[in-house]
């Protein structure tokens, strides 16, 4: 992932985050930055998920009763 200018509009500075040749998010450095950090944790967390072993048993469900309450 690549941090490159932009461009200034309006006296702003924009830059823009390059992934693989392609733009995913245009921001300013301190938003380019932000992103990068949680992109990456969230990459870092489905390789997590991803690596550990399935649940030996299916995910439990839960019901709701209504509760019978006398007036």
């Known amino acids: 992932m ?4 932009l461009c200034i509009q309006g006296g702003k ?3 823009e985050v390059v992934l693989s040749g392609e733009q ?3 921001g300013s450095r301190g938003e380019c930055a ?3 950090k ?4 969230k990459v870092a967390l ?3 998920d991803a690596s550990r072993a399935p649940r030996s048993r299916a995910v439990p469900v839960r019901t709701y009763h209504q ?4 007036a």
Not at 67 to 70: F, G, P, V
């Open 34 to 36: 932000r992103f990068t």
């Open 2 to 5: 690549e941090v490159r200018f």
């Open 13 to 15: 500075q924009f830059y």
């Open 67 to 70: 509760s019978r309450l006398r």
């Open 46 to 48: 489905e390789h997590a």
């Open 24 to 26: 995913i998010f245009v």
């Open 38 to 41: 949680i992109h990456d944790d």
